[in-house]
């Protein structure tokens, strides 16, 4: 096993790890209760997924599917649904009052500084690390959420990137996915920081739930590779037909298409225009992000429909060659007729062959 590929497999892994840990801390720390720290067995399925990567795949990952970026999704998301559910994380405390906080945290840091010189170097790194908690704790509860929501998306972006490849998906299809990957995060982060902000959604815990379970299915793209890996057709599949030549020949666009319209943009299409129409929430973002997605979904059927008349277009063209060519070489050899292309106009290029028969008549003229 290589050692680079060994280091980044199990180095991102402790990164997810790592994360989905802060995601539980933060669910104990709001809810008040510490049994929700078993939230964090459910990093033990990446562990096993990280043991059985290491023996069948040598650290390198699987074709179409990241086992490691699902699981981790399955750590994490459940912890950013708790804190997204409850009741403070909506609302913050005025500035005013954060300044105070603020300024209480300097003046114990100040005050850990001027003791270094009183107590050991392990002390002082306790000491900080206590200081730097407490600091971290005052943070309003809605700018941890938020910072959750950010860091998590980094965390796939990074870490697929980070992710040794497999043998299914080439440095050039990664540097595709990844650059997906960073506009569909875009897109994502500002569905949830608008939608669930406004009063009248946090109003609905119904729709708060549709809201979630909409975010939760945008989120199952990431462990996919499909949109970026195209399939080699077999020449026999011309002869099957529109939709098996359809199907293989634009296998990487249709799962582009398919996630854009079922998993993104037309589902995040719907949930703005029922904001806008049954729950009368209306402002510039959200109209702007509605025809986005609107825009979106129309041009990606736009393109759906240009790649079927490409192939029926493809079709018809060797359908055509293919006639044409019976109808050259279809013609009976045995007629003894020769092409017309060989044949000549002229009577000067007419051999005319001359019989000479013995002359057995007495009228014969004598020989000399």
Same mark, same amino acid.
């Given at each position: 096993?290589?050692?680079?590929?060994?280091?980044?497999?199990?180095?991102?892994?402790?990164?997810?790890?790592?994360?989905?840990?802060?995601?539980?801390?933060?669910?104990?720390?709001?809810?008040?209760?510490?049994?929700?720290?078993?939230?964090?067995?459910?990093?033990?399925?990446?562990?096993?997924?990280?043991?059985?990567?290491?023996?069948?795949?040598?650290?390198?990952?699987?074709?179409?599917?990241?086992?490691?970026?699902?699981?981790?999704?399955?750590?994490?998301?459940?912890?950013?649904?708790?804190?997204?559910?409850?009741?403070?994380?909506?609302?913050?405390?005025?500035?005013?009052?954060?300044?105070?906080?603020?300024?209480?945290?300097?003046?114990?840091?100040?005050?850990?500084?001027?003791?270094?010189?009183?107590?050991?170097?392990?002390?002082?790194?306790?000491?900080?690390?206590?200081?730097?908690?407490?600091?971290?704790?005052?943070?309003?509860?809605?700018?941890?959420?938020?910072?959750?929501?950010?860091?998590?998306?980094?965390?796939?972006?990074?870490?697929?990137?980070?992710?040794?490849?497999?043998?299914?998906?080439?440095?050039?299809?990664?540097?595709?996915?990844?650059?997906?990957?960073?506009?569909?995060?875009?897109?994502?982060?500002?569905?949830?920081?608008?939608?669930?902000?406004?009063?009248?959604?946090?109003?609905?815990?119904?729709?708060?739930?549709?809201? $979630? @379970?909409?975010?939760?299915?945008?989120? /199952?793209?990431?462990? !996919? %590779?499909?949109?970026?890996?195209?399939?080699? =057709?077999?020449?026999?599949?011309?002869?099957?037909?529109?939709?098996?030549?359809?199907?293989?020949?634009?296998?990487?666009?249709?799962?582009?298409?398919?996630?854009?319209?079922?998993?993104?943009?037309?589902?995040?299409?719907?949930?703005?225009?029922?904001?806008?129409?049954?729950?009368?929430?209306?402002?510039?973002?959200?109209?702007?992000?509605?025809?986005?997605?609107?825009?979106?979904?129309?041009?990606?059927?736009?393109?759906?429909?240009? $790649? @079927?008349?490409?192939?029926?277009?493809? /079709?018809?063209?060797? !359908? %055509?060659?293919?006639?044409?060519?019976?109808? =050259?070489?279809?013609?009976?050899?045995?007629?003894?007729?020769?092409?017309?292309?060989?044949?000549?106009?002229?009577?000067?290029?007419?051999?005319?062959?001359?019989?000479?028969?013995?002359?057995?008549?007495?009228?014969?003229?004598?020989?000399?």
């Amino acid at each position: 096993m290589e050692p680079l590929v060994l280091f980044n497999a199990l180095a991102t892994r402790f990164l997810f790890v790592l994360h989905s840990l802060v995601g539980v801390w933060r669910v104990t720390e709001v809810k008040k209760e510490p049994w929700y720290w078993l939230l964090a067995l459910l990093n033990l399925l990446l562990f096993l997924e990280t043991a059985l990567t290491l023996k069948f795949k040598r650290g390198r990952g699987y074709k179409w599917f990241s086992p490691a970026i699902f699981l981790y999704l399955t750590s994490i998301v459940p912890s950013l649904w708790l804190l997204e559910m409850h009741h403070e994380t909506q609302y913050c405390s005025s500035q005013p009052e954060e300044m105070p906080q603020n300024t209480s945290s300097r003046e114990d840091f100040n005050q850990t500084q001027t003791s270094r010189g009183l107590i050991n170097g392990a002390d002082d790194l306790i000491e900080t690390a206590k200081v730097f908690v407490n600091n971290l704790s005052t943070v309003c509860e809605k700018v941890w959420t938020l910072g959750l929501h950010q860091t998590f998306l980094l965390m796939l972006i990074i870490g697929r990137w980070l992710l040794p490849i497999g043998g299914g998906i080439t440095r050039d299809q990664l540097s595709q996915l990844l650059l997906m990957f960073v506009g569909t995060a875009a897109d994502i982060l500002e569905f949830t920081s608008e939608t669930l902000e406004v009063k009248n959604v946090r109003s609905s815990p119904a729709l708060v739930y549709a809201i $979630l @379970a909409i975010w939760t299915w945008s989120m /199952l793209q990431f462990p !996919l %590779d499909l949109a970026v890996q195209h399939v080699v =057709c077999p020449s026999s599949v011309t002869a099957r037909g529109f939709p098996s030549l359809f199907f293989c020949q634009y296998s990487a666009d249709l799962w582009n298409i398919g996630i854009s319209v079922f998993i993104q943009d037309g589902p995040f299409l719907v949930v703005r225009l029922i904001l806008m129409t049954y729950f009368k929430v209306i402002n510039q973002m959200l109209v702007f992000f509605a025809a986005k997605n609107f825009l979106v979904v129309v041009l990606q059927l736009y393109r759906l429909v240009v $790649l @079927a008349l490409g192939v029926r277009a493809s /079709l018809r063209n060797q !359908l %055509d060659r293919k006639k044409g060519g019976d109808n =050259c070489s279809g013609q009976p050899a045995e007629s003894g007729l020769l092409p017309r292309s060989w044949k000549s106009d002229s009577k000067e290029d007419v051999a005319i062959p001359l019989q000479v028969s013995p002359v057995t008549s007495d009228d014969s003229p004598p020989t000399p």
